[in-house]
């Protein structure tokens, strides 16, 4: 009876109806609590359903079908993929080395492994674990599709779009592969077509992560923007975890030395700055330009329905934020602007020219009327009258500027000039013969200018 049982559940696992082979497995544990099988396949039940929250049932289940039954690999397989599911990649690892161990020939193993390997961006670790998977079964699909995911990362297109076009010729109907395809166009640049094969992979499975990622990738890839900071992230993805830091460092030093060569040398300043600007441009872009970009897409028909949940909330959270910054950056400077203002108006002579207030200017007006009615005597005089005093004239011209007829004033008479640009000259001295009421008295100066 309970065989019967589990032939039920494997079919009901065939056609993904999950709730119902849950059912039938439980029934057989309940029939029979020290059977094995019963406890294993109702773990990769719970795995295949996607719900994360449950996947401690999944390790009691599956620890105790390896209790009762310590040489079956299964339920080491079912507990590495709820522990990639996890992200508890050295678990997982363990798990599928145990599997492995255990049944060395079947091409799963090697296929959860090369996930794993894909999950910790090890891409050529993930191309040798899916080969020794084929090498078992050829045209086993998973290993099929996550070697050319790894391709694909390594930069080996070619070799990708061959690997994904046998998968489709072999299974049209194969979403991972369509969804392969796409990824493999987005590394190329060609977002077009891989707009298509991201909308045929999710019309096939419309639950494909993998799909629905790329097609959000290959939306946002429609701004040439994004599509410099798209193939930046592809080109990174080729390196070593340890090669990508070093670039990154290095281009900082390399930014931090260019700004001091500006600053010693002010001559090359222009040609260093516009490579700085860019610099900072762009690292501000490679921090903010996801959430950015996914707001950008939720103004999009069709992309915001494309956008997962954290996508949208992480989008409105950067809106937020951003809209708070910029009206915040508003207030501050209009506030600093009425605090210049108001201080305009308690003084308003710029502290620049408080050296000038004592200067006072005069009426242009008359000076300027004098000089044309009487000629150029009238002038003459003044300038004589000028020489004679060492009292400034006032200048014609300083209707056009009060401030700028104090400068003036002030400029000529450090050079020495009158108001209507005489050179000023100290009186000269010269003896003088004393009065006669007093012989004892030499000569003495006389201010008379000659």
């Known amino acids: 009876m309970i065989h019967q049982h589990i032939q039920r559940a494997f079919l009901l696992l065939e056609q993904s109806r999950y709730d119902l082979a849950e059912q039938e497995l439980r029934r057989a544990i309940a029939m029979d609590p020290d059977e094995a099988r019963p406890?294993?396949?109702?773990?990769?039940?719970?795995?295949?359903?996607?719900?994360?929250?449950?996947?401690?049932?999944?390790?009691?289940?599956?620890?105790?079908?390896?209790?009762?039954?310590?040489?079956?690999?299964?339920?080491?397989?079912?507990?590495?993929?709820?522990?990639?599911?996890?992200?508890?990649?050295r678990d997982a690892r363990e798990e599928v080395d145990e599997a492995i161990r255990l049944d060395p020939d079947r091409a799963d193993h090697f296929g959860l492994l090369a996930a794993i390997y894909l999950q910790t961006q090890r891409w050529q670790e993930a191309i040798e674990a899916a080969e020794r998977g084929l090498a078992i079964e050829a045209q086993h699909e998973t290993c099929t599709d996550l070697r050319s995911v790894a391709l694909t990362k390594l930069g080996r297109r070619e070799e990708a779009a061959g690997a994904i076009g046998e998968a489709l010729r072999r299974n049209p109907q194969n979403?991972?592969?369509?969804?392969?395809?796409?990824?493999?166009?987005?590394?190329?640049?060609?977002?077009?077509q891989a707009l298509e094969h991201f909308r045929e992979a999710l019309r096939i499975d419309p639950e494909n992560q993998w799909a629905r990622s790329g097609m959000v990738e290959a939306l946002k890839a429609r701004n040439p923007v994004y599509r410099v900071l798209l193939a930046w992230a592809f080109w990174l993805l080729k390196m070593d975890s340890r090669v990508r830091i070093a670039v990154i460092i290095g281009l900082y030093i390399v930014y931090r030395f260019m700004g001091v060569v500006a600053e010693r040398n002010p001559s090359l300043a222009p040609f260093v700055q516009p490579f700085i600007i860019l610099y900072i441009t762009f690292a501000i872009l490679t921090w903010v330009g996801e959430p950015l970009f996914d707001l950008m897409l939720r103004f999009s028909r069709f992309g915001r329905h494309a956008l997962s949940r954290r996508q949208r909330l992480a989008s409105t959270w950067f809106a937020a934020l951003g809209s708070a910054a910029i009206v915040l950056l508003v207030i501050h400077h209009g506030r600093r602007d009425l605090q210049a203002g108001g201080a305009l108006l308690r003084d308003p002579d710029p502290a620049g020219n408080a050296h000038l207030r004592h200067i006072r200017p005069a009426p242009a007006a008359d000076a300027h009327a004098h000089r044309r009615r009487h000629g150029a005597r009238r002038g003459a005089v003044a300038g004589d009258g000028a020489a004679r005093t060492g009292e400034p004239v006032h200048d014609a011209q300083s209707h056009l500027s009060p401030q700028l007829h104090r400068v003036r004033l002030h400029r000529r008479g450090r050079r020495g000039e009158t108001a209507d640009g005489v050179m000023w000259r100290q009186p000269e001295t010269r003896p003088c013969s004393p009065p006669a009421s007093d012989p004892s008295e030499g000569s003495y100066p006389c201010s008379a200018a000659r």
């Open 39 to 89: 406890y294993g396949l109702l773990a990769g039940c719970i795995v295949m359903t996607g719900n994360k929250e449950r996947l401690h049932e999944v390790e009691e289940h599956a620890r105790r079908a390896i209790t009762l039954k310590p040489d079956w690999s299964y339920p080491h397989f079912v507990l590495g993929q709820a522990h990639l599911a996890a992200h508890r990649y």
């Open 175 to 192: 979403a991972d592969a369509h969804a392969n395809q796409g990824w493999n166009m987005l590394h190329r640049g060609e977002y077009r």
